[in-house]
C-alpha cells in the first residue's frame, strides 16, 4: 500500500468500530462497512480514531480490527491509523504493527499534560524520533478532546522539527484564520507545503475550510458520500453547487455532532442504512432515546426532501 504523503487529498473517513449486541467486534460488518466506504468514493480511511472508541478496545483487538480492514480494503485506498498513546512503547508498538499489516501511516495527537509551547514542540519532536525515519504521521489538533491548544506558530515549528509529518488533522473551532495562516506560510515559502485535512464534525465547516485551503476532510459521518460530493464540487470551482450540497445535509449532521450522543446517532444511522448489523456501543456509552430516533427519522426524512430538489 502506497504511504501516506504532503499531497494527500479528498476525503478520509473516520470509521467507527463494529460491535455485536454483546459487545464484541463484530468482523463481518467490519468488512460491509469498508465495502460502503469505498462504494461512497472516500479517498481513504482512518480507524482507532476517537469517534472509533479506540481507547475501548485491547492491544490485540486493535491490532486485529486494523487487520481485517486492510484486508479489506487490499491496498485500494490508503488507511490511516490512529496510534496516540499514553507512553511511546506502545506508540511504537501499535505503530510498528500497523505498518507491517499495510497501513500508510498513523495519527498522533498530544497528550493532555501538555501545556506550554516548547512541551508541545518537544513532545512532537520526540514522537518523530519514535516512530522513525519511514513512517509518515498525521499531527491531530483536537483541543476539544486533549485539552491542548496549539497555535498556528506552534504547529509550523513542528511541521519544521518533523519532515515525517505530512498531514495536519485540523479540529480547532474557530480555525479558520489558522488554515489561512497555514497556506500564507506554504505559498510564500518560509514553511514546507503539508496536506490538511480538516475533521471539526462531520465537516460543519467543511466549505469554508476548503476555500481557506484544505485539501479535503478527515472526520465521520453517516452520510460519507455528502463530503465526497462537496469536495469534488469544490475541486471543479462550483462552490454554489457545494454549499447547496453541504446545506442539504447540514441538519442532520449539526444533530449526529451533539456531545455525548454523536456516535450513537452515527451508529444507529449506519445501522438504518444496513452498514453494520449492530449500533452498540461499548460500555461505557449512551444510549439513544424514543425521542432521539424520532427526531432522527424526521430529518432523514427532510433530508431526502432536499436532496431530490437539488436533484
Known amino acids: 500500500m502506497k504511504t501516506l504523503d504532503a499531497t494527500a487529498k479528498g476525503v478520509y473517513l473516520i470509521t467507527v468500530t463494529p460491535f455485536t449486541d454483546s459487545g464484541a467486534l463484530d ?9 460502503f466506504c469505498l462504494e461512497s468514493g472516500v479517498t481513504g480511511l482512518t480507524v482507532l480514531g476517537i469517534m472509533g472508541e479506540a481507547a ?17 480494503v487490499d491496498g485500494r485506498v490508503p488507511v490511516v491509523v490512529g496510534a496516540s498513546a499514553a507512553g511511546f512503547a506502545p506508540m511504537k508498538e501499535l505503530t510498528q504493527s500497523v505498518m507491517d499489516l499495510g497501513a500508510s501511516g498513523v ?43 496549539m497555535s498556528a506558530s506552534v504547529i509550523l515549528r513542528i511541521f519544521e522539527n518533523s519532515p515525517t509529518c505530512v498531514m495536519l488533522k485540523h479540529e480547532d473551532v474557530p480555525g479558520l484564520t489558522k488554515i489561512s ?115 432522527i427519522d424526521r430529518l432523514v426524512k427532510r433530508q431526502t426532501q432536499r436532496l431530490a430538489e437539488l436533484d
Do not use: C
Not at 27 to 35: A, G
Open 56 to 72: 475501548k478496545l485491547t492491544a490485540e483487538e486493535s491490532r486485529l480490527f486494523v487487520k481485517q480492514v486492510l484486508k479489506r
Open 181 to 295: 495562516a497555514y497556506r500564507a506560510a506554504s505559498d510564500n515559502g518560509e514553511a514546507r507545503r503539508v496536506s490538511i485535512l480538516t475533521g471539526n464534525g462531520g465537516g460543519l465547516f467543511l466549505p469554508e475550510e476548503l476555500s481557506r485551503g484544505a485539501d479535503g476532510a478527515m472526520t465521520g459521518f453517516a452520510y460519507p458520500e455528502m463530503m465526497v460530493d462537496v469536495v469534488a464540487a469544490h475541486a471543479r470551482g462550483d462552490l454554489e453547487r457545494a454549499h447547496d450540497l453541504f446545506d442539504a445535509y447540514l441538519p442532520l449532521s449539526r444533530y449526529e455532532q451533539q456531545p455525548g450522543i454523536g456516535l450513537a446517532v452515527r451508529k444507529h444511522l449506519l445501522a438504518e442504512r444496513g452498514v453494520i448489523a449492530s449500533a452498540a456501543i461499548r460500555r461505557p456509552g449512551p444510549k439513544l432515546s424514543a425521542q432521539d430516533i424520532a427526531d
Open 27 to 35: 468482523l463481518e460488518s467490519t468488512d460491509r462497512m469498508v465495502d
Open 107 to 149: 495519527m498522533v495527537a498530544p497528550p493532555s499534560s501538555m501545556r506550554t509551547d516548547d512541551q508541545i514542540v518537544g513532545y512532537f519532536d520526540m514522537v518523530t524520533e519514535t516512530l522513525g525515519p519511514d513512517v509518515p504521521w498525521v499531527l491531530q489538533d483536537h483541543p476539544v478532546s486533549t485539552g491542548v491548544k
